[in-house]
């Protein structure tokens, strides 16, 4: 098999795992779910295009979700939920970029979080390019946000064929999308497997 000249990492699931922040504020807070879900149904949609602000979409809801603090507390107690690393994935991130690896990461992100996790996890040393969907401006698993990823590898380190991209994610509707594209979509069940195709692909994670 062809040696790919780019390998994207998802982030939530393969990179860092957490509880589900709705799902934890409502345990932890006593507020009913049916309280939350709305605002993830509408604004934060926006927010995740980078059509709208996560802080003031969420000055809107504090009364209703009941949350005492301040806006940016209430972010901090938010991305602090999902934030835990998976080393052996990550450890592996700065081996394939040392292999001549074109390392990025793409995922489907508000501007804060994306902020929040580059600062947190040192994103921008260790990846080449983050793809977030708040820049994007479009879901990075929608033809349009895929051609957009395309069209930066393809100009900037000369990756001409989607099929030289293994592009990792942890949901299979996603990775459908990616093999229907062109792309080498590959599908995120656990580090032993993960590492296993990368060898057969010539890459040492």
Known sequence: MKKPKAIIYDNDGMITYGGRFSEQYSKEFGVDPATISPFFETAFKNCLLGKADLKEELTKVLETWRWRGTVDELIQYWFSI??????????????????????????????????YLVNKLSYDKIFDEIFSSADLGVYKHSP????????????????????????????????????????????????????LVLSEYGYQA
């Open 144 to 195: 349009e946000g895929l051609e957009k990823i395309f069209q930066v590898l393809k100009e900037k380190y000369a990756v001409l064929d989607k099929g030289e991209i293994l592009y990792w994610d942890d949901r299979e509707d996603h990775v459908e999308s990616l093999i229907k594209l062109g792309f080498n979509g590959q599908l995120y069940r656990d580090y032993p497997s993960f590492k």
């Open 82 to 115: 999902g934030d835990s690393v998976y080393n052996n994935v990550y450890d592996s991130i700065l081996k394939l970029k040392e292999q001549g690896g074109v390392v990025c990461l793409a995922t489907n992100q508000e501007k804060h979080r994306t902020k």
